[in-house]
């Protein structure tokens, strides 16, 4: 096996040696001549394989044409879709919004009678100190921090001022 290896080692470098040493005085038999004949079937530019070529490429061009008309027919039904599922989910968000603004509208008109208790602030209260006591506005109603059972609340009080 050794002496295989060694044998192959020494022609390929001696093969290497020869061709850097004088490239253009090698035997023209060590490489043979690239040759094209026109007209050949398999070759190129041949009038054959031109044709055979074109011909190949329309028939896979026309049996994928049906193809690609049910793709866009659906990719256009789809598209149809998620845009009136887009226009669904922003007139679900306006809604939304609507219902929300509403609500906060009503709490801040609603007047909480004298001496209820909150458990905390509605959101948006503005803070007033009178006669050293602090008071919260909210919408409508005026509030008064208290405790109750040893927790913080909120009483609801008559306008201050």
């Known amino acids: 096996m050794m002496n295989k290896v ?12 020869l061709m850097i040493a004088e490239p253009n005085n090698l035997p023209d038999s ?13 070759t190129p530019i041949s009038y ?28 256009s039904y789809e598209q ?3 845009a009136q599922a887009q226009q669904q989910a922003a007139e679900a968000q306006q809604q939304a919004a609507l219902a929300q603004q509403q609500a906060a509208e009503a709490q801040q008109q ?6 209820a208790t909150l458990p905390s602030l509605p959101p948006g209260c503005g803070s007033t100190t009178v006669n050293n006591q602090s008071y919260f506005h909210c ?13 913080i609340v909120y009483a609801v009080v008559a306008n201050p001022s």
């Not at 060590?30 to 398999?42: D, H, M, S, T």
């Open 80 to 82: 149809q879709q998620a």
């Open 110 to 115: 609603a007047s909480l009678p004298v001496g």
């Open 139 to 151: 919408g409508g109603n005026w509030y008064r921090p208290a405790m109750q059972n040893g927790n």
């Open 30 to 42: 060590l490489f043979n001549k690239a040759e094209a004949v026109i007209g050949r079937p398999l």
């Open 48 to 75: 054959a394989g031109v044709a055979r070529r074109t011909t190949r490429r329309t028939v896979y061009a026309a049996s994928a044409a049906p193809t690609t008309v049910v793709v866009t027919e659906d990719n």
């Open 6 to 17: 060694t044998t192959a080692l020494g022609f390929s470098l001696v093969g290497a040696l």
